[in-house]
């Protein structure tokens, strides 16, 4: 049971986060919003592409794992523990679908360095600068109460550390660069991933 209701939380996930929002955007602006690294770019840059990409198959692999009876960790196998991992997959899924749509036009994954898009700083941004990976890790965190296997933890583990690299060494540079005080500002009173957590210590 803990295996089907995983497996159908990641497609529905996929789909959303993924398919229908790529297609909303390429509808929107001739582009599906997937912005692969750079020829040249540097290495902090292609090693969180490649950590998120690893996580995905690792959460493709969980399941699999679990339906071949790879052990699931004792302490976490349990009812009330997979209940919560379905709240927590389920609130993470709305989150980024949510907080993908409130970007508009602005909604990319990855940097294109070419491109000059809009700051958004209100709505469900106002008090957090990167809700959608703050929902992706709620989701994972949900699969790996629901599945927990060594896995569907280290989907969990592989996705922090790539977004870690992704939002302080590709990210906030970018849009330092690109949106100057305006960004300053921002991060003064916005958390990097939760309200009041990671922001600047003054503002310009």
């Known amino acids: 049971m803990r295996t089907t209701v995983a497996v159908t939380l990641e497609i529905v996930f996929a789909v959303l986060a993924l ?36 996580a995905i198959a690792l959460l493709v692999v969980a399941p699999i794992a679990d339906a071949g009876g790879t052990g699931r960790w004792p ?41 000059q898009t809009t700051l958004v700083t209100e709505g469900i941004f106002e008090r957090v600068r990167n809700p959608i990976f703050s929902a992706m890790v709620l989701a994972t965190a949900g699969f790996a109460l629901l599945l927990p296997n060594i896995w569907a933890f280290g989907a969990f583990a592989v996705l922090i550390v790539g977004l870690e690299l992704q939002v302080r060494y590709v990210e906030e540079p ?3 660069g690109v949106h100057g005080d305006a960004y300053l500002r921002y991060t003064a009173r916005a958390g990097r991933f939760v309200p009041h957590v990671g922001t600047t210590r003054a503002a310009v």
Do not use: H, K
């Not at 955007?25 to 990409?53: D, H, K, M, N, Y």
């Not at 679908?97 to 409130?102: G, L, R, S, T």
């Open 174 to 176: 970018y849009l330092l």
């Open 19 to 54: 398919g229908v929002r790529s297609w909303v955007q390429w509808r929107r602006t001739g582009s599906t919003g997937f912005i692969l690294p750079r020829r040249g770019a540097p290495l902090v840059e292609r090693v969180g592409a490649a950590l998120f990409v690893l």
């Open 75 to 115: 302490p976490f196998n349990n009812f009330a523990v997979a209940v919560l991992g379905a709240v927590l997959a389920v609130a993470g899924i709305v989150l980024c679908v949510v907080a993908q749509f409130a970007m508009g036009d602005s909604w990319r994954i990855g940097v294109d360095t070419t491109a």
